[in-house]
């Protein structure tokens, strides 16, 4: 700590850091713009001049600007200088001179970071009378909006994305005051991570595309602590919602999660919320056809079914909440609940929790995997699978080269400085996948192999490591070569890290994945470990029990089951059609609880609405062993109502009383606690219902929140009363504490004079440091980490291709792979048809060219695809891609020939 | 007075080749600098006082002892050459390009040993194709009479040396500026610190020197640091190309001691106003410094005096206004060149700049405003040294802010009168 003095008045701040990071860690109001706390600082809008002195008796002093100038012991400044304030002031002016002044039509309006600053500064009359620069804008795709005319040439946009997001297709053009922040012609923005424009640029330059179709102001949306669906990697979101349908996300921070950004496929998947395959009610199948019903019919007819029925069993899902998945499993008995995962998802997800159970090796948090200093991604495709990961691991990449700053004592957040030294200096990032990756451009090396093949260079990472663990018999010369020299540079680093999954479908890959993060802790390194998911709650339905979907399969077919209760799971998406179908034909009984009319849907007796993740409440687990809390942004229209609130309204109705002690969310979270101890931790993902704020709930409308009585005098004059809300500490108003809420529990970031997103400035304990009271979430995984403990020692043997048959493999798209965000128009859009891949020399052998239609069988079920060739794909392998078309049930890596159609 | 710079300049202006420099006495340096330890050849080069002649006159010597040096330095270590030569009025290198690149390549060898730079670059204006044509060709010469590549002079030193054609902007030639473009990247200014001696071209130690500066140090080297000091007429050391452009009798460069007086250029070398016309004022040091007025006439030309004076020696190069010539046209038209080559970085530049321009034009065309320039002076303390990123728009701005003032009633006379005077 270092003492600096502002406006005379001594404050301890953390030695070394910037002044502006500093005076806004002290909670002072210090405009900037070309500054972002994830970009460092650059100098270039002169907005956050101050005034600095030599010392006390030092009474003229001289502008500096407070993100180029170090925070060293005895640093004096003043923000509220006479000059100070003045050029502050005068840099808006200059900003605002060509600004086209036009918020009240702008998508920015009322959340931006100008408007703030404008004022903030007081600059008020415009000086010039002259024309107005223009420009023309460009179509950068269905995600965001380009309105170049509102520029006010901070770099942030460019920065973001070529510098820390690694695109190549938005670049700054020309110069003075026309500088264009555009791609080289219209086109869709291509790196995965454009959205988060929409929140880096500091005016209307960069909105979002998707909230112009249904726009609303900032303040005028309802909001709820939230959790992203798309992903096991449980990104904080904060959705809004009016007129009961949801407008759009923003990124809520989570300083060990999500930090500042998001994933295009989180920020822009939640319109299938609004999608016209909700179910509004409960469908009850009549003449073969579900027809729509009363709540009260539909009840009857389960009671009926269910009241003494002792053959119910329940199929829950990775996509529903711990709370719903848990009261079904109460509902059937832990004996009957199983987990609704594949068969491989559920073997991998297995064998994935006891690595993280019992080591060797501690899951990072997403920003200590940005601080990793040296990585090895074994068989995932990051960028696909777990999108916001891949972001931290560019950032990653930078952690070695950035040491030559600390020898020329460069500052880590002087970002050109750093960059200007280091150069392309990157890694050592190892990526070892079957084709390839969108994080290739940064890696040091890359491996493209079969599963088994990578888990051998796995195993043989390990073993280069440290002699005990399992030799790998038969490796090319290149191979251990490259075991050797990926395990010397996992040796090397401070913070090694290791990625896995289960999207190889492999063990071997999870195990080779371990035992290099064992073998490292055998060598004297802390190494960390971090198994992707694929979904939202994966982690925490296998954290439940509970059997694959073959045993419930299995259950039906012995007969000790005819009924079955199936959770917001597409059974389609796990099994082959085939299987699925005869299940469901043996089954007397078929309810789903879901929130869209899947195929399974269609199929059910009884199917009944579920709240989405904005609908309801409830609790996910993240691939980190993260328990997190995601609240009801609105109440539904029509019947729909959480999972497991339905759950409990059946049991009531089969009799099981137990379930009427459930009064509220927490009553749920208690009995999961009170049954499954590795899940106590849940009860403090966040506070209670009965939290308050000086006796005051927490709002989810901001105080400017506008028309509420007017919403619904279309219907009736006299107001509604507002919904309660039983199971959060969260009003459905604006009305509530004006005060900060609990990190788990802020709905949307505001704050007086910050009416942007980077008001989120007032609510770290830290600029870019943890929240206020500590970030969201509940580790619930703490193994023992060490090298203690045995090797994996199944090492499979190599791979060996066969003539005309190819081997098939899963490859996963941010956009297409995930069901849900699936049904978002914008990322619709952006899905590819289905495909098969073939490396180039596979392809000419097969006597195929590039879009040729062939046939593949999968599963059981023949498709008909247009071929793809790409270099990136080991010899072979076919690609197919993972959840456009069916793979998960198909046990993928599979054998298959491949014909002209 | 003894000819230095333009020592080896030939009355028709073609440089002499390889063979003919060496027996005029070039490359003599050379030989004898690899005879000396590097270390000895930053200290002589100190203790000449040899001062930046690219306008912001920093001890040259100084800047080079920046570098680190050892066997632990970082390599490569580069060295630039800055060729790009842009301003208006400013036509000093050009000369010694055109007409002496031997003389620069031998200057540059020697920085280049003293600071154990490896590669070496002249980044040169795109403009100056001829300076192009000829550096390339005694760059090739130079190679084969063995003064660049691989150990020259049998000497463990090696070097290589390329000529790099700007694409031409004015922000080309500021130091970091110039970096980024060599590097491929747009001509942003960098952060300082970290300076180019220690992180520069491609994140390695780099000194960016200006032609001029180069161009003397092979007769250092010769003749040695004294010599070099005595040449001046004041304490900057050393003899400088002084230029005048603008309505004179002959428009020229020449050669002068350091510190020679603005009267004896304009009168004695310039030949005097051409007829009819009356002084009226001069930007002593090219388009980036403050006018002075006929009270500066004896002000010596070398860092100190026209500091002292309220402007800056610059490149040396001045512009000379008369009394015919409308001193808001002459600002507009300058500003509207600095405006153009900002390069969109900083806030006070590129929005400023081009809000000077545009009042400017105004007050120019008869449309000004009575209160035009308070807003001209506002942005003059805008762009301000030490409110901007690099010292483009201070020095952009030092004409307008001192026309301001010593032309004030030419601009009310366009605002009252609502037209130019002199049209």
Redo the contacts between chains.
């Keep these: 700590m270092t003492k600096i003095f502002v406006e005379n008045q001594a404050y301890e701040v953390e030695d070394g850091q910037s002044l502006l990071h500093a005076c806004l860690s002290l909670g002072f109001n210090l405009p900037y713009f070309c500054w972002h706390p994830a970009l460092g600082s650059?100098?270039?809008?002169?907005?956050c001049?101050v005034k600095q002195f030599r010392d006390e008796k030092d009474t003229r002093g001289?502008?500096?600007m407070s993100c180029?100038t170090p925070a060293i012991e005895g640093t004096r400044i003043s923000i509220a200088d006479a000059e100070a304030v003045a050029?502050r002031k005068?840099?808006v002016e200059?900003?605002m001179?060509?600004h086209p002044h036009d918020c009240p039509v702008c998508d920015e309006g009322g959340q931006c970071h100008l408007q703030d600053m404008t004022v903030m500064t007081g600059h008020d009359y415009r000086?010039?009378?002259?024309p107005k620069r223009t420009f023309r804008n460009q179509n950068l795709g269905p995600l965001l909006n380009h309105e170049m005319n509102r520029c006010?040439?901070c770099?942030r946009c460019v920065r973001y994305y070529r510098e820390y997001a690694g695109g190549t297709d938005l670049d700054?053009f020309?110069?003075?005051?026309?500088?264009y922040f555009g791609r080289h012609e219209d086109g869709t923005l291509q790196n995965e991570f454009a959205g988060n424009l929409d929140e880096i640029c500091p005016t209307g330059v960069f909105t979002d595309k998707t909230v112009k179709r249904h726009y609303t102001r900032k303040w005028d949306l309802q909001y709820a602590p939230s959790v992203c669906v798309h992903c096991g990697l449980g990104c904080n979101i904060s959705p809004g919602e009016r007129y009961g349908t949801l407008r759009r996300i923003v990124n809520r921070y989570n300083g060990e999660v999500n930090g500042y950004f998001l994933c295009d496929r989180g920020r822009f998947g939640y319109e299938f919320v609004n999608s016209p395959k909700r179910m509004r009610q409960p469908l009850l199948l009549k003449d073969g056809k579900p027809q729509p019903v009363a709540k009260a019919r539909a009840m009857e007819h389960l009671a009926s079914v269910l009241r003494g029925n002792k053959k119910v069993i329940g199929i829950g899902s990775p996509r529903a909440s711990l709370e719903s998945n848990f009261a079904l499993r109460a509902l059937v008995g832990p004996e009957r609940f199983y987990s609704g995962l594949s068969n491989a998802g559920q073997r991998l997800t297995a064998a994935a929790l006891e690595i993280l159970r019992h080591g060797p090796a501690r899951s990072p948090s997403l920003r200590q995997i940005e601080q990793a200093d040296a990585v090895l991604v074994l068989g995932e495709d990051v960028t696909n699978v777990a999108p916001r990961m891949a972001l931290a691991l560019r950032q990653s990449v930078r952690q070695q080269p950035m040491r030559?700053a600390d020898q020329?004592k460069?500052p880590h957040w002087?970002d050109?400085?750093v960059r200007?030294?280091?150069?392309d200096q990157k890694g050592p990032l190892y990526i070892a996948t079957p084709a390839a990756t969108r994080l290739d451009d940064v890696a040091t090396e890359t491996y493209r192999a079969a599963p088994d093949n990578i888990a051998r260079l796995g195993f043989a990472v390990a073993r280069a490591l440290g002699a005990s663990a399992p030799e790998v018999s038969g490796l090319s010369e290149a191979e251990r070569a490259l075991a050797a020299r990926i395990a010397e540079a996992l040796k090397s680093a401070e913070r090694p890290l290791v990625v896995s999954g289960t999207s190889m479908n492999s063990e071997a890959v999870l195990q080779a994945a371990a035992n290099v993060a064992r073998a490292l802790f055998a060598a004297g390194r802390t190494a960390s470990l971090s198994l992707a998911a694929p979904e939202c709650n994966t982690l925490g339905v296998a954290l439940l029990g509970g059997g694959s979907l073959t045993e419930a399969f299995k259950a039906v077919k012995s007969g000790s089951a005819d009924t079955v209760v199936i959770l917001e799971n597409d059974l389609y998406r796990r099994a082959p059609a085939q299987e699925v179908e005869e299940f469901l034909s043996c089954v007397r009984h078929v309810v789903v609880l879901d929130s869209l009319a899947t195929p399974t849907v269609e199929k059910a007796e009884l199917a009944l609405p579920a709240g989405t993740f904005a609908e309801s409440d409830g609790t996910l687990v993240s691939s980190e062993g993260r328990a997190q809390r995601f609240f009801e942004v609105y109440v539904p229209g029509g019947d729909i109502q959480s999972s497991w609130r339905w759950l409990r309204e059946i049991m009531l109705g089969a009799g099981q009383r137990e379930a009427a002690a459930w009064q509220n969310l927490d009553d749920v979270v208690a009995s999961i606690a009170s049954a499954i101890p590795e899940l106590a931790g849940v009860a403090q993902a966040a506070p209670s219902a009965s939290f308050r704020i000086a006796g005051a709930k927490v709002p989810r409308a901001p105080h400017r929140y506008s028309g509420r009585t007017a919403m619904l005098a279309n219907i009736a004059v006299s107001e509604p009363k507002p919904p309660e809300d039983p199971d959060s500490p969260l009003s459905f108003t604006m009305e509530g504490s004006p005060d900060q809420p609990p990190s788990p529990l802020i709905p949307f970031f505001w704050s007086p004079g910050w009416n942007s997103i980077q008001s989120l400035n007032k609510f770290q304990e830290e600029i870019a440091g943890p929240l206020r009271g500590g970030d969201p979430g509940v580790r619930l995984i703490e193994p023992p980490t060490g090298a203690n403990g045995s090797y994996f020692t199944d090492v499979p043997n190599s791979f060996e291709p066969k003539a005309g048959q190819w081997l098939l493999v899963p490859l996963y798209h941010i956009f297409g792979t995930d069901e849900l965000s699936c049904l978002a128009p914008a990322i619709t859009e952006l899905s590819p048809e289905p495909y098969v891949m073939l490396n180039p020399e596979d392809a000419s052998a097969l006597q195929v060219a590039e879009g040729v239609e062939v046939t593949v069988t999968v599963g059981g079920a023949t498709h008909r695809l247009r071929i793809r060739i790409a270099p990136g794909i080991a010899k072979g392998l076919a690609g197919l891609p993972a959840g456009i078309l069916p793979l998960e049930g198909a046990g993928l890596p599979a054998w298959s020939g491949i014909s002209r159609a | 007075m003894e000819k230095v710079l333009t020592r080896y300049i030939q009355p028709d202006g073609v440089p002499l080749d390889a063979r003919a420099y060496e027996r005029a006495g070039g490359y003599e340096s050379v030989r004898k600098a690899l005879r000396m330890a590097p270390k000895d050849v930053t200290e002589t080069v100190k203790q000449s006082n040899l001062r930046g002649r690219g306008g912001a006159g920093f001890p040259t010597g100084m800047k080079w002892s920046f570098v680190p040096t050892g066997p632990n330095a970082p390599r490569p270590k580069y060295l630039c050459a800055n060729a790009d030569e842009m301003e208006p009025g400013t036509f000093k290198d050009r000369l010694l390009l055109e007409s002496a690149p031997h003389q620069l390549i031998e200057g540059m060898i020697l920085a280049a040993y003293a600071i154990a730079a490896d590669v070496a670059y002249i980044f040169i204006r795109g403009e100056y194709i001829l300076a192009i044509e000829r550096l390339q060709k005694a760059l090739a010469e130079a190679y084969e009479a063995g003064y660049l590549g691989k150990n020259i002079q049998g000497s463990a030193f090696s070097l290589e040396m390329y000529v790099h054609a700007s694409g031409g902007?004015y922000?080309c030639g500021e130091e970091t500026g110039l970096l980024n473009a060599l590097e491929g990247k747009?001509a942003n200014p960098?952060?300082k610190?970290?300076f180019p001696q220690?992180?520069g071209l491609?994140?390695k130690p780099t000194i960016v020197q200006n032609v001029e500066t180069l161009s003397n140090l092979p007769h250092i080297i010769n003749n040695g640091p004294e010599w070099f000091k005595k040449l001046s007429k004041s304490e900057d050391s050393g003899t400088k190309l002084y230029g005048v452009s603008g309505k004179v009798k002959q428009p020229g460069l020449w050669e002068l001691p350091m510190g020679t007086t603005i009267r004896e250029l304009l009168e004695e070398h310039a030949g005097g106003m051409r007829e009819g016309l009356a002084f009226r004022g001069v930007l002593p040091g090219g388009a980036s410094t403050d006018f002075l007025t006929a009270e500066h006439l004896d002000v010596k030309m070398d860092f100190g005096g026209v500091q002292k004076a309220g402007s800056r020696l610059g490149t040396g190069t001045m512009i000379v206004l008369d009394d015919r010539t409308c001193p808001v046209g002459m600002v507009r038209n300058l500003e509207h060149f600095f405006?153009?080559?900002?390069?969109?970085?900083?806030?006070?530049c590129?929005?400023?700049?081009?809000?000077s321009e545009?009042l400017l034009t105004?007050i120019e065309e008869g449309r000004g405003?009575p209160?035009d320039l308070e807003?001209l002076e506002?942005i003059c303390k805008?762009c301000a040294p030490?409110?901007?990123?690099c010292a483009l728009a201070p020095g952009a701005v030092e004409p307008l802010q001192s026309a301001l003032k010593y032309f004030r009633e030419d601009f009310g006379r366009h605002i009252q009168a609502q037209h130019c005077p002199w049209r």
Excluded at chain 1, 42 to 47: D, F, K
Excluded at chain 1, 420 to 423: C, I, R, S, T
Excluded at chain 2, 339 to 348: D, K
């Design positions: 650059v100098g270039a809008c002169r907005q001049a001289r502008l500096v180029m050029f005068g840099v200059g900003l001179l060509n000086r010039t009378i002259y006010i040439q770099y700054a020309r110069l003075r005051n026309v500088v030559a020329l460069i002087l050109h400085a200007e030294l280091a150069q | 902007r922000m747009r960098r952060t610190p970290p220690v992180s491609f994140g405006a153009q080559e900002s390069c969109g970085w900083c806030t006070p590129w929005s400023g700049l081009s809000w545009q105004s405003k209160d807003k506002f805008f030490g409110n901007t990123f």
